[in-house]
């Protein structure tokens, strides 16, 4: 079972993209949804995680302000809104499961392929 995401594309600094998790083979909201992001050359990050119990939701410093995720469990799906975004947001963002929250890679699975996001002027 994977995760597919998708909505990345090339965009100027300060505009906005808006990723979309979706996954074809069981429920999300059960889980911990997290978003990360592997730029060239760098390790993956993590770069944002909405909780299932709670709903609380985390974000690492350099996206606070300016990204948000969202879940629509009618949808089953998990979103991220990238607003304002910067050369260095350039990167493969991926979304994986995990049953909390955390930024340790390792306790998330269900990897799928990435989209690319690419912000150039």
């Known amino acids: 079972v994977q995760l597919q995401a998708s909505g990345g594309g090339l965009v100027q600094p300060g505009n906005s993209l808006r990723l979309t998790c979706v996954a074809s083979r069981f429920t999300l909201d059960t889980y911990a949804i997290g978003w990360f992001r592997q730029a060239p050359g760098k390790k993956r990050e993590g770069v944002s995680c909405?909780?299932?119990?709670?709903?609380?939701?985390y974000y690492t410093d350099a996206v606070k302000g300016r990204f948000t995720i969202s879940r629509d469990n009618a949808k089953n799906t998990v979103s991220l809104q990238m607003n304002n975004l910067k050369p260095e947001d350039t990167a493969v963002y991926s979304c994986?499961?995990?049953?909390?929250?955390?930024?340790?890679?390792?306790?998330?699975?269900?990897w799928g392929q990435g989209t690319q996001v690419t912000v150039s002027s």
């Open positions: 909405i909780s299932s119990s709670d709903g609380n939701t």
């Open positions: 994986a499961a995990a049953q909390k929250c955390t930024w340790h890679r390792s306790s998330f699975g269900s």
